[in-house]
């Protein structure tokens, strides 16, 4: 229960609940203090230790019904052993039934715990299976409905279904080598297929079930509107919003470089200058100021799980070409490519499309932060100078590669600064294969960006008024 407090904890901060380590534990003492008896008197403790805002309640409520309700309904399917329901249904009768009684209780000893599960209906030691499968899987990352297929196979391989699969195949021969009749085979196959179904079904149920109490009810306005949850009308509307911003920073910096477009007093010119008129009237000079050319580099992840962050964050490199004089873009996803050229020569749709079909780079790979940023600073580090803000965009998510944070330190000492911009909230970083924990150290600075409203943040921070 301790593991289910902590897990469901997470649950509400994803959802928009702020939680404290110390409020968890108050909640896992105030649940040892109450009991589990009582469904109501459950919800009323986690509710008085987690909850302290009243715009949270109903939040607390959906995510509570959706991770504590929803669990009898993953093993409903399952509630009888696999020779039950041949009795009952009277599939076998006779010499093949006998020998199926006498023989597959013994070679199920054999097996593995979710096969035994399976074949005894135990529904109870399959959801163990489950929950310690669950607790190997970052369900933080389940951003989609279109990620439950990915889910459901993880979970399913963490609880043993691949020795499962082996071992029910197995069975069959050596019940066949016993005596089983081709008759009383075919009955036995299609009860083995049958559960084997049945725990498949099971994982699509549980990973439905995390994603409904993971996946926030869109609310309020389109700035404040986690990237992952906007639909593609909204993510047209959010590019404007983008474009909208660019404009506003572009003339912010205008404003800048004129008011600093004079230098220092050049208190010896002015002297000069002025000896002819005895110094009445006084026409100051100053010295000139040498025109600035920074330089910036964007490195940004267009993998499946950040898609629609990265249509925004492309969009904002595609417009800092607007704002600084020499910006290179890259985009990578296990491999690295330049998409500088796609940003010069199209309009900033266009430019987008081009970015993500696929011709500068496989879209296809899983993410690998640490060959991307490896390949590129082999590649590129002999063109970044103190001149240079590097821009990393991605959620640090690396599949469980080597990090190769070395590639982001040698890009630190040589660069001004390097700015990671993290699509996942702090809360998430260091479970499962994200590894920002390991990357913040290598970096200038680490922000987090989900909404439009952190993006314009974020941008006002890197161009200060």
């Not at 459950?42 to 715009?55: D, E, G, I």
């Not at 509570?64 to 309700?69: G, K, P, T, V």
């Amino acid at each position: 229960m301790d593991a289910r407090l902590v897990e469901f904890s997470e649950v509400l901060r994803q959802n928009g609940l702020r939680i404290s380590v110390s409020e968890s534990l108050d909640a896992a003492r105030a649940v040892g203090l109450s009991g589990l008896a009582d469904r109501e008197a459950f919800r009323a403790v986690l509710k008085s230790t987690l909850c302290k805002r009243a715009q949270d309640v109903d939040t607390f409520d959906r995510a509570f019904d959706f991770y504590f309700s929803g669990a009898a309904k993953t093993f409903e399917a399952i509630d009888r052993a696999l020779l039950e329901r041949i009795q009952e249904e009277k599939l076998l009768e006779g010499d093949d039934l006998a020998m199926l009684m006498h023989w597959l209780p013994r070679l199920q000893e054999a097996l593995s715990p979710l096969s035994q599960a399976a074949l005894q209906g135990n529904a109870a030691a399959l959801a163990r299976l489950f929950r310690q499968s669950a607790l190997q899987l970052d369900f933080g990352r389940l951003q989609s409905t279109l990620q439950q297929g990915f889910f459901s196979r993880r979970l399913l391989t963490g609880a043993g279904v691949e020795s499962m699969r082996s071992e029910l195949s197995g069975l069959e021969r050596e019940l066949t080598a016993r005596g089983l009749s081709p008759q009383g085979l075919e009955v036995v196959q299609s009860q083995l297929a049958q559960a084997l179904r049945s725990v498949e079904d099971a994982a699509r149920r549980e990973v439905q079930r995390q994603a409904q109490a993971r996946l926030r009810k869109p609310t309020g306005g389109l700035n404040d509107r986690a990237f992952h949850t906007l639909g593609r009308a909204e993510v047209d509307a959010a590019q404007r919003s983008v474009r909208a911003l660019a404009e506003k920073l572009k003339s912010r910096l205008t404003r800048k470089q004129a008011s600093r477009r004079k230098g220092a007093l050049n208190p010896l010119k002015t002297l000069r200058k002025n000896l002819s008129a005895g110094g009445v009237p006084m026409v100051p000079y100053f010295r000139r100021r040498r025109p600035q050319r920074p330089d910036v580099v964007v490195l940004c992840d267009v993998s499946d799980s950040v898609r629609n962050a990265s249509r925004m964050m492309l969009l904002f490199a595609y417009t800092l070409q607007t704002l600084f004089s020499r910006v290179r873009s890259f985009i990578f996803v296990s491999d690295v490519g330049e998409a500088t050229s796609y940003f010069k020569d199209a309009k900033p749709e266009a430019a987008l499309e081009r970015a993500l079909a696929g011709d500068i780079i496989s879209l296809a790979s899983n993410s690998n932060y640490g060959r991307a940023l490896a390949n590129f600073a082999r590649g590129e580090l002999g063109s970044v100078t103190r001149r240079t803000t590097v821009l990393v965009i991605g959620d640090g998510r690396n599949n469980y590669n080597p990090a190769n944070a070395w590639a982001l330190e040698d890009l630190k000492r040589k660069a001004k600064r390097v700015v990671w911009i993290c699509t996942e909230p702090r809360s998430s970083w260091g479970f499962g294969d994200s590894e920002m924990l390991t990357y913040e150290k290598a970096c200038s600075q680490v922000v987090t960006v989900q909404t439009l409203a952190d993006l314009e943040r974020v941008a006002q921070q890197l161009i200060p008024a």
